[in-house]
Every structure is written in C-alpha cells, then in structure tokens.
T-cell receptor
Framework: DTAVSQTPKYLVTQMGNDKSIKCEQNLGHDTMYWYKQDSKKFLKIMFSYNNKELIINETVPNRFSPKSPDKAHLNLHINSLELGDSAVYFC??????????????FGPGTRLTVL | RKEVEQDPGPFNVPEGATVAFNCTYSNSASQSFFWYRQDCRKEPKLLMSVYSSGNEDGRFTAQLNRASQYISLLIRDSKLSDSATYLCVVNRPASGTYKYIFGTGTRLKVLA
C-alpha cells in the first residue's frame, strides 16, 4: 500500500555513467516532484510535473532530464554522472501543485553515490 | 541569507520538556506553511500544516505570524520518539504554480 515509491533505494556508480531513478505514486495525485538533498541535508526542488506537463524546472545541469510517461510516474535520468551529483533524491506528489494549500508526500528517497 | 531560516540546533532536551522552534521567511508572497519531520536517512513526513489562527494536534502546536513572517512549532511533553529533524516549509508562487522552499531543519534530541 506504498503511496510514493522509488527505485532503486541505493545507487552506486562510476563517474561518467548514465543512470535512471524511477518514481511511482498510487495516490491519484496530479503533481509530482523531484528534490535533491545534499550532504548538508538541504532539500531543494529540481523539477515538477503536473499531469505530465513540466511546470517547474529549476536551474539544474541539463544532464538531468525528467520524464513523465503518465501522471502516476515521474522518472529522472542523469547523464555523465559527476562526483557532485552524490546526494539523496526524493520524489514527491501532491493533489494539485497549483493549489497553494496542497501538501506534498514524499517517497523513501534514492541514495546516489558517484565514485 | 536563505529564504527560509531555522536554527539548526541541536536542541537537547530531557523527556517531558517543552521545546519551541522558530522559523523565519523572507518572501512576503508565501501562501502556505508546513512543518515536516525527517528521521535520519528517511523521507520528510508531514507533521502539520500551519494556519493563521494557529493550530494544535495533540502535543504539537503551530503558529503563524504573517506580519513578522515567522512560524513556530511547540512540542509539549517531549518523548524520546520526537527525536528527529524538523523542517519548516514555505509554499510560494513560482512560474504560475507554487513551490516548496525548505528551511535547513532543526535537530531535536530528546534525552532519557
């Protein structure tokens, strides 16, 4: 009965590789997000999709590309991984991101380590 | 200066104590406010939304002061299980939608 799930939970890879993280929500929400939590534990939004439409695209390297095949899924593909990409990546969802009062629900996170 | 500021702590308090956290935000367009709790190596979980009139949920009370742009969280009768990082979150307009701005979090350790 997991609400927001992510795979994989841990990802260890070499610099220069390409990797993907998958996210799925079964809450029927319209809006999904990707966040990065760095080594200082600071959480920052990267992308947001509403019904498969990209609505927030923060200043992140274009090596990061989100893809939303349907409103229940939001994947994150990272090309040419760098050491600085090591972080925990959280997926989240909310009923409708364009309503200010809506709360967000987070997935368990993917801990990415780039060697 | 960060858009949402919190004292990082840690706050070390004995069981049963009352502890209060404050959070300030700089963007006056901010519309809604939340407290999340994050345990070590886990995802943030919603603790409570914060309303202008203040709201209470059991041992937890949240207050919002829009004029001074600060939010508070009061925890009464602290339990060992309250040990966690508490994240202040502000939801504000951005690019025709809203986005969460997180504070850096305040660490709480409740001691036996």
């Amino acid at each position: 009965d997991t609400a927001v799930s992510q795979t994989p939970k841990y990802l260890v890879t070499q610099m220069g590789n390409d990797k993907s993280i998958k996210c799925e929500q079964n809450l029927g929400h319209d809006t999904m997000y990707w966040y990065k939590q760095d080594s200082k534990k600071f959480l920052k939004i990267m992308f947001s999709y509403n019904n498969k439409e990209l609505i927030i695209n923060e200043t992140v390297p274009n090596r990061f590309s989100p893809k939303s095949p349907d409103k229940a899924h939001l994947n994150l593909h990272i090309n040419s991984l760098e050491l600085g990409d090591s972080a925990v990546y959280f997926c989240a969802s909310s009923p409708e991101g364009r309503d200010y009062y809506n709360e967000q629900f987070f997935g368990p996170g993917t801990r990415l380590t780039v060697l | 200066r960060k858009e949402v500021e919190q004292d990082p702590g840690p706050f070390n308090v004995p069981e049963g104590a009352t502890v209060a956290f404050n959070c300030t935000y700089s963007n006056s367009a901010s519309q809604s406010f939340f407290w999340y709790r994050q345990d070590c190596r886990k995802e943030p979980k919603l603790l409570m939304s914060v309303y202008s009139s203040g709201n209470e949920d059991g041992r937890f009370t949240a207050q919002l002061n829009r004029a001074s742009q600060y939010i508070s969280l009061l925890i009464r009768d602290s339990k060992l299980s309250d040990s966690a990082t508490y994240l202040c979150v502000v939801n504000r307009p951005a690019s025709g939608t809203y986005k969460y701005i997180f504070g850096t979090g305040t660490r709480l350790k409740v001691l036996a």
